[in-house]
């Protein structure tokens, strides 16, 4: 314990030490470990620090057996020597901002909708807790971060205390420690008790600020997604941001944004609607056009179409003429797709004549007696095809 000294003191950033040892992890990754450190290895929830000893970055901080490994980008040259190392303040405040406000909100649920927190989550872009609970409602959302924006201001002390396992029961613990000696308490008098390993600061107000952002339920809890401490301040600018975009890109202030949005989705709607109303009057008036130019038998070869209008362009004929039957091939570059038809007044089968065609382009169909479709690779060009359905008719 005595050589951590980020239990001694979570603000030292540089350090000196002595290397007891260098050496090469089973996966070649160089490594050293050092008579004392600040570096804090991933644990509890709380990521790793990062930074330099001597000139090399250390990239990954693990504890192993009880010896701190400092992984490093390439060995130290001369190790038979006293280091100077820099840990990345910057990543490790963050990290006792994130770590330190999911403390309190953890804590603020508990006390007012025991709820506890079964699950913890800090990433370099996602902090998330999850709660003992099948339903959150906005209120709790609003009074939860409320309470713990309120302990923020307060600016309270937070203690550390390593007791016994004994001593443990003076305590009204938020939930039961994992560790049996050696207990590291955490402690925001009058509010939240908690064994924890990771770096705190030494009072609430450095976490600056929480902000709940999100939150959706996952099987039996609820997952609530939210920003401590600068996180928060990066957040607002990330959203102004876009917001700003959004407002100039609609000319809309930001308060009616949610209005001109839903107008422009339902404009667009009605405009897909009309349109389809559209194409469907021009795909009446072609197929008046083809039972008119064709006698009995409508046989006609497309580019591009998709097999959704050539049924649809088939139906029609048939339906305005009972006598006609229809048989419709579109090139689509290298697919085939096919369409036959006929009307109430005729005999042919019309699955039969799918299944006889479609075995010449490896193609796939079906249908009814009276109706079928069917695609398949160009093997050979959509004319013949369609000759070849127009003689098989015949
Ligand atoms: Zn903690």
Not at 92 to 98: T, Y
Not at 311 to 322: G, H, M
Request: overall charge negative; charged content about 25%; glycine content about 6%.
């Amino acid at each position: 314990m005595n050589n951590k000294l980020f239990y001694q003191d979570a603000y030292i950033r540089t350090f000196s030490a002595r290397i007891l040892k260098q050496e090469r992890d089973e996966a070649d990754q160089w490594y050293v470990v050092l008579n004392q450190t600040a570096f804090y290895p991933t644990g509890g929830g709380q990521p790793h620090d990062t930074g330099v000893i001597e000139d090399e970055r250390v990239i990954n901080v693990e504890e192993i057996n009880g010896h701190i490994r400092h992984y490093l980008e390439t060995p130290i040259q001369d190790t038979d020597r006293e280091v100077s190392c820099t840990i990345d303040w910057e990543r490790r405040f963050d990290h006792m901002q994130q770590h330190t406000g999911q403390h309190i909100l953890s804590a603020a649920f508990e006390k007012l909708y025991d709820y506890n927190t079964v699950g913890f989550h800090l990433g370099s872009d996602n902090l998330t807790i999850d709660l003992e609970t099948e339903t959150l409602t906005v209120e709790e959302v609003e009074k939860a971060e409320e309470l713990a924006n309120k302990i923020i201001l307060e600016n309270r002390p937070i203690e550390v205390k390593w007791v016994t396992e004994e001593e443990l029961a003076q305590y009204p613990l938020r939930k039961e420690t994992k560790v049996k000696e050696n207990i590291r308490l955490v402690i925001i008098p009058g509010f939240d008790y908690n064994g924890c390993g990771g770096t705190h600061p030494t009072s609430t107000g450095e976490v600056s600020a929480i902000k709940i952002l999100d939150w959706e339920r996952q099987k039996k809890k609820v997952r609530l997604q939210f920003a401590c401490g600068k996180r928060v301040l990066h957040q607002l600018g990330k959203k102004q941001k876009v917001l700003q975009g959004l407002t100039k890109l609609l000319n809309a202030p930001e308060i009616e944004m949610e209005q001109v949005v839903t107008r422009l989705l339902d404009n667009g709607k009605r405009l897909e609607k009309e349109l389809e109303q559209a194409q469907d009057r021009l795909l009446q008036y072609e197929a008046n056009n083809l039972a008119v130019t064709h006698h009995q038998i409508v046989a006609e070869h497309f580019q591009n179409r998709t097999i959704q209008v050539l049924q649809k362009l088939a139906r029609y004929v048939i339906a305005q003429d009972p006598m006609a039957v229809v048989v419709f091939v579109a090139t689509n570059e290298n697919r085939l797709q096919l369409v036959c038809g006929c009307g109430s007044d005729r005999n042919e089968d019309m699955k039969q004549l799918m299944a006889e065609i479609l075995p010449l382009i490896n193609g796939k169909g079906g249908g009814n007696k009276t109706f079928a479709q069917g695609g398949g690779e160009a093997l050979v060009s959509g004319e013949q095809i369609l000759q070849h359905m127009v003689t098989l008719i015949r």
